[in-house]
């Protein structure tokens, strides 16, 4: 206990920084207030007549600052606190991550490096630990990650829960692996979330029955209800690719207790140009949701949900993370609270890269299944087969490799509705696994993907000739630069696979980075070859 | 984790209990709901569509089963068990109690006599550990518990929490001896109740800040909208002595998940006749409050709050702990979950009468205090002094006595408003630390406080000559009787109290048992001597 709270609560020292008649949103009560906000060494103090060493007058309405409820940090190609830099300026003050990708790529090394890269910033991270590497059986990750494995990790700090627990399908039948990692999170009063798209009646049962506390996976009003109904809360998510709020924004009225704002995936550009969970916030509001309910179910209600008492709300003792509005809900300022941890950042360190240099014969597949690209989604239609490329019918190469394990596992397959007319594609984020995907014709997909192996991995373009390249230089799909930064060269990357053909409609390397995940169906081509669910 | 929740969810196995076609209240979205809802080793698997060994159907609406959230089980003379045999008759099925009083007679082994006691009854009992013992340096209690006497105690798993704080000035001056045992709690993550009537302000601020998350002391709506609005959790309490629901009935539409029903102190003729939780409800819905939102305060809420994430609601993984009310809000039956513990419990070995027989000279005080009875409160007034008893100007010896250490303390002095025309009242219920107390005429008291030592405590009524008992043999404030018994026998004596004399709306037993707490103004008697606040 800092007893330098309760000197300045009682009034027998002066806070650091008092917001002088503050108008502030009380998410308890629902009402808006006034009051001096007393703050000392990142926590509130009280809330009264107070004087400050610091005073400031906000213009705007002071809020707690936003939590997101479940991101995978990787999506935004950067780092914790790059991608915290960003995030803090929309007023989001708890990230709640899930390294699930980092952790298929580099296992509990790379859990451990997001944590330490995390610490410091003005964002506080907090983590749940990847339930589900790989992501099934099929799946070629860098390792398997067991109960045991994990268990260390909740001696963190920062680690508070165990992260969507996607295989559920093993919860329902009892496998002990998964329910493992389970009852060792329960056991620690932990949160475990869920992930159970469209999961309904004896088997959601059962799922929810095995401990799983929540959903980010509801696209529907009546899904969502009926997870309500049966305990879990539902994370509202809002990311770059999937929008569930326009059907879910009835939620957020009624059961704002029971529901959050998450981006589980987002790019670094849309942080930075339309903002985070504020943004979330604002979408809620213009689609008819009530300001205060919206707002209350982005900070109070995740803070309950993962037992993270110290914030949430604006009241003494909580850690002085605040956001102060303007009147169309855009972040104006924002504070962060806590005790300030020095950042030991190790450098990355981890070679992800065991992989040789492919030749043109690696290419050669004959006659073979072709992957039909579906717009907008990322499922996939079964084309039947093809015996070459052809560009005319929109008929192009696909190629898979393993890079964790040297075991020399590639295939070749056919893509149609990609649309690239020349050159080649190939990237290292390749959900889950992220083994090395690319699309294009033969010689510019053996340039594309030598080159992203040379560079240790990221996403390479080449028309044949001239090579683009946003190198991701930890694991293959982060890299230490500015998230800015990132986001143009993205940007520019992607201006120049459009360029080569790529449709419109079809992220070029979102689209190709979900051809290797074996959840989704219809078609798949992983390292080990074509696979149907 | 039990697999075979997951089977009977899964619909693999049948469940032990099938509730057939159940209207049930779903609290998550206060929803009344239809399902069948499958029980299996005590807890609910699922609800849809389930077939059971045994079939029940519920002739009224099925509710989660009622938390108590602050009681001294003491106050009912009985043992936990005894008293829960009661209170799951009335649809209770968890009490989170603090044994202050035992606690204050017999230190820590009082404590795990009580949590022995507890296990094993259709009601499930969490213990909040008391905070203040003694509740401030005038008492003379058996002991002083410090934060490192209590530390060991939350290895029980029944231990959730740090029990009401009543020393709130020490808190906000900041003293280490209350802030070491709010920190520990805080620590391990566990409740922090509160005890600070008419707190407000910066004082609140800082009992706030320094981690008190509740409060049952609150008797206006303004004292309990300011504690909201700071994060308190509010206490509705409605017992035997203090009825604060009709000033506060007013929160539960609005504020029902931060504000739950605790009944502190009840007689068991109470709880016997009029009921417990059920008893508050009823009255909140009299007083017109929603039905929906006061059982979800008596329910979710108070799990919530707790951190008791296996109950709460009607929902698969949690306790089958559920009553079926009649449209009254009446119970009809209950059912209790979890698994049971076979109980084992230790004789009451341990004694706490360490005082020798008082003779008249004891009584011999010559022109003392006077202290006054104020009808219906706790408050006494000071009545100047007086020469010696006067039964026609009401005036009559009020005595104390040390009981804990042989320590021979004793004092007297006079009583006004009591009523008692001839006789004495005796007893070793004497609020917190629970040594001697007696009132009436020189030669009565003598024997009704030597009587009082050879039974080793309870309750002694004497005209002279005739003389009538409530033995209360463990720890001279509870016994082994059943609930039923002691509520008869406490029924009969009061009565004979009543026609020695003593005035209607006094409770012969309670008021007496208050004027040695010295926490209460304006006089006070303690064996030491009389106090003044």
Not at 300 to 314: Q, S
Not at 421 to 435: F, L
Not at 457 to 470: F, K
Request: charged share 25%; proline share 3%.
């Amino acid at each position: 206990m800092n007893k330098k709270l309760l000197d300045v609560a009682a009034g027998r020292v002066k806070a650091d920084t008092v917001i002088k008649q503050a108008r502030y949103l009380n998410v308890y009560t629902g009402e808006a207030l006034c009051g001096d906000i007393a703050i000392v060494d990142g926590y509130i103090a009280g809330i009264g007549e107070y004087e400050g060493k610091r005073t400031y007058f906000a213009d705007g309405l002071v809020v707690p600052g936003f939590i997101d409820g479940h991101v995978h940090i990787e999506s935004s190609m950067t780092l914790p606190r790059s991608f915290a830099a960003e995030a803090f300026k929309h007023g989001t003050t708890t990230v709640v991550c899930d390294p699930h990708e980092i952790a298929n790529v580099a296992g509990v090394y790379g859990i451990r490096f997001m944590i330490d890269d995390s610490r410091g910033g003005d964002v506080d991270f907090k983590f749940m630990l990847p339930s589900c590497v790989p992501a099934t059986s099929l799946d070629q990750s860098f390792c398997t990650l067991s109960a045991a494995d994990l268990a260390p990790l909740y001696k963190d700090k920062s680690v508070i829960g165990l992260a969507e627990v996607m295989d559920a399908f093993a919860v329902i039948r009892g496998e002990d692996a998964v329910l493992d990692k389970i009852d060792r999170a329960t056991r620690l009063g932990r949160a475990v979330d869920g992930h159970a798209p469209c999961l309904g009646g004896k088997e959601l049962c059962a799922y929810v029955a095995a401990g799983v506390k929540s959903d980010h996976e509801c696209t529907t009003m009546d899904e969502a209800m009926e997870k309500l109904r049966l305990g879990q809360f539902v994370m509202i998510r809002e990311g770059t690719a999937a929008h569930n709020l326009e059907a879910l924004v009835g939620l957020v009225d009624r059961y704002y207790d029971r529901c959050m704002f998450v981006t589980d995936d987002m790019h670094p550009e849309v942080l930075i140009q339309k903002g985070h969970i504020d943004r979330i916030i604002r979408k809620a509001v213009a689609l008819g949701a009530d300001a205060v309910k919206a707002i209350t179910a982005a900070t109070l209600t995740p803070a309950r949900y993962f037992g993270l008492t110290d914030r949430g709300a604006i009241a003494p003792g909580l850690r002085a993370d605040l956001a102060v509005l303007d009147e169309e809900l855009f972040v104006k300022a924002a504070f962060s609270g806590g005790k300030k941890q020095k950042s030991k950042v190790r450098d990355w360190d981890f070679d992800t890269f065991m992989v040789s240099p492919i030749t043109k014969a690696d290419l050669d597949c004959g006659k073979k299944e072709v992957l039909g690209i579906v717009k907008g989604q990322l499922l996939t239609d079964d084309c039947g087969t093809a015996d070459g490329v052809d560009g005319s019918r929109d008929i192009v190469k696909l190629f898979a490799a393993e890079r964790h394990h040297g075991t020399g596992h590639k295939a070749a397959c056919y893509l149609k509705g990609y649309g690239i007319k020349k050159g080649a594609v190939a990237t290292s984020i390749a959900h889950d696994s992220h083994n090395i995907i690319a699309a294009g014709y033969d010689e510019s997909i053996v340039l594309a993907v030598n080159e992203l192996i040379r560079i240790g991995g990221g996403i390479v373009v080449t028309d044949g000739e001239r090579m683009m390249s946003l190198p991701l230089e930890i694991g293959g799909i982060m890299t230490a630069r500015p998230c800015g930064q990132v986001a143009e060269q993205l940007e520019e990357i992607k201006r120049f696979a459009f360029s080569l053909g790529v449709n419109e409609g079809v992220d070029p390397f979102m689209t190709l980075s979900f051809l290797s995940l074996p959840v989704i169906p219809k078609v798949r081509l992983l390292p080990s070859g074509v696979v149907r669910m």
